[in-house]
């Protein structure tokens, strides 16, 4: 670690598991480059503190209910944190950039930026108020941040329901998305986010900079779209799950147990399932998977969350003789570190929902997927891995027993898997090189350090 540069960044995560990783590994990335760091965080999903002594937390309330911190409904959640969250911010943020230490009366560190999610709708003028340049952090791939501001005219022009010759149509204004893909993000659910999408893109092109962890090999085109569109400097600092595991800011304890499973098993014969932290399913759509994976006859370890299936707590409605046949081949948890999990000679695929950590994690371990995205930017990061980068099979969400089964079979035992296994290895060899001295996301890394450290 390098030694202190004199400078304080304060990080402002989203509290949804998919975009605290990010935030933290970003934190622990500055924080290796000299850089101190306070974390505000709200006490739902808070990140545990004893994980990372380095930085200084401090929690604000967030006004949510018991209930509404359950809600399955993730459009809801952000409505209401971004209403409840401003005011506690802003006392805290104002307090922070006091010059003098109120107890000590010490001078305090310079701080020289504000690093938020972009799901957060108050922060960019509540920063110009105080003079703290703004920074955002966006958890998605690229080409789905530049391009979903479009989704509210998509909404008003597209004449839903599709016609069936339509459905496989790409959509031009959002490649590589097909009509179906857009017809599935246009729920209900995400009509909620209309109205926020025009003020996000505002705030985000008056902001100082923008940050995604990905990088130039996995999304050229949108990054330099982006970068026209933007005027503004934006850092593709390339998904550091390598180099920084997200596991510290897990918000569930890990079954460890996963391991010493894993190496009783051959190599590559395992099908890892997870659906991520926010995606919930059916009592019906579990026994699909659970029959699809029992059938397909490969070993298999699955993540089911506590409260992931709709209507029970956990899995008690798999009838006894179900779960013995499925405890012979496989292995179900809570939760998993996922990680050390991908990283295992025994994993030889992935079936997932497709969040981004999930998929970049995917490729950094060269594990070839099976893509069953359920909501948002998961339909565009399956796209990628099935039709663009081509180390994937798209379920086209069909969860159904026989297709699971045939899918993994396709993907582990035939040669069209090879290939598929073939194509994911380059492609982690290309990422790789990207964290090279020379490299895109290497180099991007720099500017934003050089960046902050000159605001
Ligand atoms: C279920 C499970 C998850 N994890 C970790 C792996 C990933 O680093 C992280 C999950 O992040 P993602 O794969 O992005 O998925 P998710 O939590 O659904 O993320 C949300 O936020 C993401 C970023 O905005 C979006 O791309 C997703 O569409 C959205 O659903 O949690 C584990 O380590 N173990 C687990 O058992
Ligand atoms: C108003 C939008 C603009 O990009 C942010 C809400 N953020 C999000 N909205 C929906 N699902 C998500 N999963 C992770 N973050 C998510």
Redesign the pocket.
């Known amino acids: 670690m390098e030694k202190s540069n004199g400078l304080r960044v304060i990080l402002f995560p989203f509290p ?4 605290i ?2 935030m933290i590994q970003l934190a622990k990335i500055l924080h290796s480059r000299g850089f101190s760091i306070t974390v505000i965080h709200t006490r739902f999903n808070a990140p545990k503190a004893s994980n990372h002594p380095l930085f200084t937390f401090l929690e604000i309330p967030d006004g949510l209910s018991e209930t509404e911190k359950i809600t399955n409904n ?1 459009k809801l959640l952000i409505t209401l944190l971004n209403r409840n969250c401003e005011s506690p911010f802003r006392d805290c943020l104002t307090k922070l950039l006091q010059p003098l230490d109120s107890e000590t009366g010490d001078e305090k560190q310079r701080i020289s930026c504000l690093i938020d999610d972009s799901g957060w709708m108050f922060t960019d003028p509540l920063a110009q108020s105080l003079k703290l340049p703004r920074l955002v952090l ?4 690229v080409s ?1 941040f530049r391009n979903h501001f479009v989704l509210p005219q998509l909404r008003r022009e597209m004449y839903l329901p599709l016609q069936d010759s339509e459905q496989e149509d790409i959509v031009k204004e959002f490649w590589p998305l097909r009509k179906k893909d857009i017809s599935r993000i246009l729920d209900v659910e995400t009509e909620l986010l209309d109205p926020f999408l025009e003020k996000v893109l505002k705030m985000t092109k008056a902001s100082s900079g923008l940050i995604f962890m990905s990088c130039e090999e996995l999304d050229q085109v949108s990054l330099s779209q982006a970068r026209e569109d933007f005027e503004i400097p934006i850092f593709a600092i390339g998904p550091y ?1 390598s180099h920084f595991p ?2 510290s800011s ?1 918000l ?1 304890t ?1 079954d460890e147990t996963c391991i010493p499973w894993l190496d009783k098993q051959e190599d590559k014969s395992v099908i890892y399932v ?6 919930t399913i059916s009592e019906s759509e579990l026994m699909e998977i659970a029959w699809g994976l029992s059938n397909s006859d490969q070993p298999f370890l699955l ?1 089911v ?1 506590v409260g992931s299936v709709r209507g029970t707590e956990w899995i008690e409605t798999i009838p006894e003789e179900i779960m013995e046949r499925l405890n012979e081949k496989g292995k179900i ?7 050390d999990v991908l990283k295992h000679r025994a994993i030889g695929g992935f079936l ?8 970049v ?1 995917s490729v950094c371990e060269a594990v070839p997927m099976i893509c069953l995205p359920f ?4 339909w565009l ?1 399956a796209r990628f891995v099935s039709d663009v980068w081509m180390v994937g099979i798209h379920l086209e969400g069909r969860v159904e027993r026989n297709e699971i089964e045939v899918v993994i079979r396709r993907l582990m035992l035939e040669t069209e898997g090879e290939a598929i296994r073939e194509r994911i290895q380059l492609l982690k060899e290309k990422v790789g090189r990207s964290f090279e001295q020379n490299g895109s996301a290497n180099q991007s890394l720099q500017n934003l350090i050089d960046h902050i450290s000159s605001l």
């Not at 909501?375 to 998961?378: G, I, S, V």
């Open positions: 949804l598991q998919g975009c990783n990010p993730t966006n958890t998605y791939q789905f799950h997200a596991s897990s569930s890990p997870s659906l991520g932290s926010i995606v993540v969350r948890v809570k939760w998993a570190p996922q990680q997932t929902h497709n969040g981004w950590s999930s998929t994690e909501r948002w930017d998961q990061n």
